[in-house]
């Protein structure tokens, strides 16, 4: 995706904007979704601009290393405290997954 464009996406796409929305009509199987994306809206997104990146086959995901993040909140720059308080939540699932 263009940098430009994935920008815009953050700041004006309603199920990233608004925040409490859900998917409703997912274009993929349940199975498929939960391998790729979460089904809730995280509500804190980060646009990760990358210059490198590979495929990883036996996850089937694709493994960036960032040159840049920029972390969005409702469609606006997030806080570093806002930024920090989301990835702390993500690493506390991460780590209630793992018990
Ligand atoms: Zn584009």
Redesign the pocket.
Known sequence: ??R??AEFAVQVCPFIVYGSNYRKNPTLNTDDMARMVDNDNPVIFCVSVASRYRYEPSAGVFVIHPDEQLWFLHGKPATPEQIADAKNKAQAEIESQKT
Do not use: F
């Open positions: 995706m263009h430009e464009c």
